[in-house]
């Protein structure tokens, strides 16, 4: 650790590759908002949402998913973006700058998180999700069989990336992320599960990867040097045959090349979704995990083990999200050079201020309510069911849970932490389906 003179505080500026400063060391990291309108534009919601979170101190806030293709959604209530080469302006930009000053009203930056769903999108959004191959998604049956990308329709989506990003700067957004993680559609290629190409798209890590560093190299084209460009990548699929984190440790030496300012270490699919803290069927989960020292075990954050080998060989700043509750792992994390940045998600959707109280020193610990959302303890109900149904109910209800906390501030209310589990995973069912209603009206 470093020497207490030059201890590294939350609120400490931090200056990107690209010489933008942060204001500090905190982000309110990605997390899908679902409060778009039926023809999938930014609504009001997300200006009073963003302003509660810039007003909460943050140095960064990234969006949730922002769709390049409005065919084909993470969920229906995302805000979609894909304008053809020849348009202007897209339908809703007075929306996306509304957006854009709400969520950069305290001086902070706000960068749009840029992502296509690929073969992760339900039933209820499309019928035909698309993927590097034609390998499904086997979940409870809620996704159909995705059709493998023609190459042309590959090279229209790079380009889709770097037009999105344009859009988002002209907004007035500070800064964009490519989302290749969680087994979207850009981390699908990377694996060799679900990417099973022989084309100059699949086989070699190389050619798996080439999708990602070129939709990286538009979207730096598309904004310029000086604009903050980050990538979101995990560390690992945690997954038999998947992207592990020896091929992640290469991916990012490539990404060293590509003048990115931020590289967000995360981890995990729809599969197995270590992102949430959780493992899922236990067919597909990695026999063998990397050793894990006993203060590493100690620690919060899922993703800190992998964060300092990706270390070692990344040129640059690293942000890591996932587990992060206390002060003092915060600053442990940060002090340890283990990471830049430190991301917060789903604190903020109950305490939106939890940034500033951690950096004034008014408390020392984010607010935590992972403990009670569950339906048991242990056993047969509880989160580590052997029942994947059962163990879904447990992962999705607390995600629902969070959700509602999302809409209620971005309502303008404050938010409502005695909701049960089971009320909000039927209440979040509810209106997925009826929003994917109205969404596929509205496009009639």
Known sequence: MNNEMNTIELNQPFTLPCGVVLPNRLCKAAMTEGVANAKLQATQRHATLYKRWAEGGAGILITGNVLIDRNILERPGNVSIDPAPEQGEPQGMDALRAWAKAGTSNGNQLWMQISHAGRQ?????????????????????????????????????????????????????????????????LSSFLSPVTNQRTDQWGGSLENRARFLLEAVRAVRKAVGANFPVAVKLNSDDFRKGGFSNEECLQVVKWLNDEKIDLLEISGGTYEQPRLLGHTGATDSVKDEQPAVRESTKKREAYFLNYAKAIREVATMPLMVTG??????????????????????????????????????????????????????????????????????????????????????????????????????????????????????????
């Open 323 to 444: 587990g992060f509750r206390s002060r003092e792992a915060m600053q442990e994390a940060l002090n340890d050079g283990v990471c830049d940045v430190i991301g917060l998600g789903r604190p903020l959707c109950t305490h939106p201020d939890t940034p500033k109280q951690l950096m004034n020193g008014k408390i020392d610990r984010a607010a935590s309510f992972e403990h009670m959302l569950k339906l048991a303890d242990k056993g047969i109900f509880s989160p580590v069911s052997p029942v994947l149904p059962l163990k879904l109910i447990n992962v999705l209800g607390a995600q629902a849970w969070y959700y509602q906390q999302i809409f209620r501030l971005a309502d303008g209310l404050e938010a409502k932490p005695s909701m049960s589990l089971i009320g909000s995973f039927f209440k979040y069912l509810f209106n997925e389906w009826t929003t994917a209603f109205k969404v596929k009206r509205s496009s009639r």
């Open 121 to 185: 999108s339900p039933r209820y959004v499309t019928t035909q999700p698309v993927g590097p191959s034609a390998v499904q998604l086997e979940l409870l049956g809620n996704y159909a069989a995705p059709r493998a990308l023609r190459e042309d329709e590959i090279l229209d989506l790079i380009q889709r990336f770097a037009r999105v990003a344009r859009i988002a700067k002209d907004a007035g957004f500070t800064g964009v992320q490519v989302h290749g993680a969680h087994g979207y559609l």
